[in-house]
C-alpha cells in the first residue's frame, strides 16, 4: 500500500505542477490581421437565467463582421421574444431559424443542421455556441485568429464553471470541469466543444459534417472525430476558457449530466473513454487508500494525505492566478468561495468522477432538455420521450 501511495501523490504532483505550467504566460494579447466576415450559430431552447448575459455580451464582441444564426425547435419557444428584440434592432445580423421535431436525433443537433442550411457564401468562418456562456469581449477574435494565421483547421475552448447557487453539488461540478479546462493544450488532446467552436465554413463543407451529423447526439464529439479522421488541427487557445454560470438541482442533477458525458465519450471516443477512465479510477483510488489508511491510523497514509491537500491548496492558487489574469478582480471576487472549498471538494470530485465513469459502461439512455434518448451507436440515436409526451 505504502509504494502505490507514493506512487501515486507523485502522480498528483506532476498533474499540480501541470495547472501552474498552464498559467504561464496566459492572457497574451490577440493578434488578428484579417478579420473574415463570420456567422454564429447559436441552438436555443428555453430561456434559461443565463441567456440574457449571453446575448449582451455575444453584441458587445469587438469582431467588426459577424452575424447569428439563432435556431429554435418551435416557433413558440420562451427564447424567441429575446432573440427576436435583437432581430428588430439589428436585422441584417441576426437570422432566427425554427426546426423541426425529429425521432432519430439530438435536437441540438436538429436545429444546429437547420441553422448551418442558412449560411452564406460570405460566411467564411462558422462559429458555433452555446447559448449559455459569457463571452468576452475579444471572443472571436480569439477564436479566429488561429485560423487566419493557417495554424489550426477548427479552434475550441473549455467552459468554466461559476457557481451561482452555494450548493456543494454545484462546487463538485464545477471542481469537474476545472479539472478539464486546465489541462495540457495538445493537438491529440483538443476535443472540439460544442460552446466555443470555429472553423472555416468552406472545410465544414468540404469534410460533409451537416450530413456527418446526422442522427447524431454529440454533435461536438461527432465533429471532433470527423476533423481528426481527416487530419485537422485542433486547436485549444488557453485564453479561450468561457465563463458559465451553474445552479445545480442537487447531485441527482450533476450525476445525470456526468454520466450522460461519460456515455456520450464511450459511444464516440471510446479509446479516449478507456484512457479517461483508467486515469480517474487511479486518481480515485489514491484518495480513498489514503482516507481509509488515515482512519486506520496508518502514519504513511496520513503523511500522504496530508501533503495531497497541501498540494490541492498549491493548485488552487494556481486556479486563482489564472482567474486574476484572464477576468482581473471581478474574476476573484466570483470565484472566491469556489477556490476557498476547491482543496477539500476536488477529492470529492475525483471519487465521483470515477463511479460514475464506471457506471455510463452500459449506459444507453438518457435525458436532456426535457427529451429522454436512447442511443446505440453514434448516428443511431432515438427520442423515446419528449417533455412527458411520447416521442
Not at 55 to 84: G, K, T, W
Not at 252 to 264: C, G, I, P, Q, S
Not at 372 to 385: A, G, H, M
Request: net charge positive; proline share 5%.
Amino acid at each position: 500500500m505504502t509504494t502505490f501511495l507514493w506512487v501515486w501523490l507523485v502522480g498528483h504532483a506532476i498533474a499540480v505542477a501541470l495547472v501552474f505550467a498552464f498559467t504561464v504566460r496566459l492572457g497574451r494579447p490577440v493578434r488578428v490581421g484579417q478579420r473574415p466576415p463570420a456567422a454564429v450559430v447559436v441552438a436555443v431552447k428555453g430561456h434559461d437565467y443565463e441567456f440574457d448575459e449571453f446575448l449582451v455580451r455575444l453584441f458587445q464582441q469587438d469582431y467588426p463582421a459577424f452575424r447569428v444564426i439563432f435556431a429554435v425547435e418551435s416557433a413558440d419557444d420562451v427564447a424567441v421574444p429575446a432573440i427576436e428584440k435583437y432581430r428588430a434592432l439589428a436585422p441584417d445580423r441576426v437570422t432566427l431559424v425554427v426546426a423541426e421535431r425529429r425521432k432519430d436525433e439530438g435536437q441540438k443537433t436538429t436545429n444546429l443542421r437547420a441553422a448551418v442550411a442558412t449560411l452564406t457564401p460570405e460566411d467564411e468562418i462558422l462559429v458555433l455556441a452555446d447559448a449559455d456562456i459569457w463571452p468576452e469581449p475579444d471572443w472571436l477574435s480569439r477564436l479566429i485568429e488561429p485560423l487566419v494565421a493557417a495554424e489550426a483547421d477548427t479552434v475550441s475552448g473549455f467552459a468554466w464553471l461559476i457557481v451561482k447557487d452555494g450548493r456543494l453539488s454545484s462546487y463538485v461540478l464545477t471542481a469537474m470541469a476545472a479539472s478539464i479546462a486546465t489541462i495540457p493544450r495538445l493537438p491529440m488532446l483538443n476535443p472540439c466543444w460544442g460552446g466555443s467552436t470555429a472553423m472555416r465554413q468552406q472545410m465544414f463543407r468540404d469534410l460533409n459534417i451537416a450530413e456527418k451529423w446526422r442522427g447524431t447526439l454529440s454533435d461536438d464529439l461527432q465533429l471532433t472525430n470527423v476533423v481528426q479522421a481527416a487530419g485537422g488541427r485542433i486547436a485549444a487557445p488557453r485564453e479561450i476558457l468561457l465563463r458559465t454560470a451553474v445552479k445545480t438541482g442537487g447531485f441527482a442533477a450533476v450525476t445525470a449530466e456526468a454520466r450522460r458525458w461519460f456515455m456520450l465519450v464511450r459511444i464516440y471516443m471510446p479509446v479516449s473513454y478507456a484512457i479517461t477512465l483508467a486515469a480517474m479510477t487511479f486518481a480515485a483510488l489514491g484518495w480513498i487508500v489514503a482516507i481509509v489508511g488515515t482512519l486506520a491510523l496508518r502514519l504513511d497514509a496520513a503523511v500522504v494525505l496530508v501533503l495531497a491537500l497541501l498540494l490541492n491548496w498549491l493548485r488552487a492558487g494556481s486556479r486563482a492566478l489564472l482567474v486574476r489574469r484572464l477576468w482581473g478582480e471581478v474574476g476573484v471576487e466570483e470565484n472566491a468561495a469556489y477556490l476557498r472549498l476547491d482543496p477539500l471538494v476536488s477529492p470529492i470530485a475525483t471519487i465521483l468522477n470515477a463511479i460514475y465513469g464506471w457506471s455510463a459502461l452500459r449506459l444507453k439512455r438518457t435525458t436532456w432538455a426535457g427529451t429522454t434518448y436512447e442511443i446505440n451507436r453514434p448516428q443511431d440515436v432515438q427520442v423515446l420521450k419528449r417533455e412527458g409526451l411520447r416521442g
